[in-house]
């Protein structure tokens, strides 16, 4: 199957600074990718969807201002945790899909620690 | 998406073949089934996809019943590795669309 990877795969940082997670296609375009979050022992939740050259679509409770995202390219998207806080603490998962094929790939995944 | 109800758990014993249960009684008539796994602390793993018709790839089977309300995926010889929380989906997946993840079927393959 298609290779998304993610980076860093691990990130601890302080409280207040920011953190940007890159999620990228290896070996296909992705004119979509979406950006999900998942707290311990629970599911993944979508935070929001990405295409490329346009602004971001969230879902309804995620704060655009506070996590930024940007879809510069068709191998690319970026999550960026501004001012973080401890509550963010979780793991973040990106996924990309080729075009309209049916198939979304998922990439390994960012566990943030805010301390 | 519509809604899809998995049992939270299930055993199977190495070497048997998993069943794995998935009730979607609402699905629309464009939207496809889709089943992905994730082992812990990785992101989820496609593992299949399917309209209405049976279908098979080298991880595992799809059976669709004939009013599509509910499916079942089959890993023939379950090992170890097969370990994982597994995800039943349904949605159209048509260019955007987004998909929504329920809570899945904690599958533990045991020795």
């Known amino acids: 199957g298609a290779v998304v990877s993610q980076h860093p795969s691990r990130v601890i940082c302080k409280s207040g600074t920011s953190v940007k997670i890159e999620c990228r296609s290896l070996d296909f375009q992705a004119t979509t990718m979406f950006w999900y979050r998942q707290f311990p022992k629970q599911s993944l939740m979508l935070m929001a969807t990405s295409n490329e050259g346009s602004k971001a679509t969230y879902e309804q409770g995620v704060e655009k201002d506070k996590f930024l995202i940007n879809h510069a390219s068709l191998t690319l998207s970026t999550l960026t945790v501004t001012s973080a806080h401890p509550e963010d603490s979780s793991f973040y998962i990106c996924?990309?899909?080729?075009?309209?094929?049916?198939?979304?790939?998922f990439g390994p995944g960012t566990r943030l620690t805010v301390t | 998406d519509a809604k899809t109800t998995q049992p939270p758990s299930m055993d199977c014993a190495e070497g048997r073949a998993a069943n794995l249960p998935c009730n979607h009684s609402t699905i629309s008539g464009n939207e496809y089934v889709y089943w992905y796994r994730q082992i812990h602390s990785q992101g989820p793993q496609y593992i299949i996809h399917?309209?209405?018709n049976n279908e098979t790839n080298e991880m595992a089977s799809l059976i669709i019943t004939e009013d599509r309300k509910s499916s079942t995926l089959i890993l023939p010889h379950a090992t170890l590795r097969d370990t994982a929380v597994y995800y039943c989906i349904v949605g159209s997946n048509f260019g955007n669309e987004k998909l929504t993840f329920g809570t899945g079927t904690r599958l533990t393959i045991i020795p």
């Open positions: 399917g309209l209405k």
């Open positions: 996924s990309a899909k080729p075009g309209n094929f049916y198939e979304q790939y």
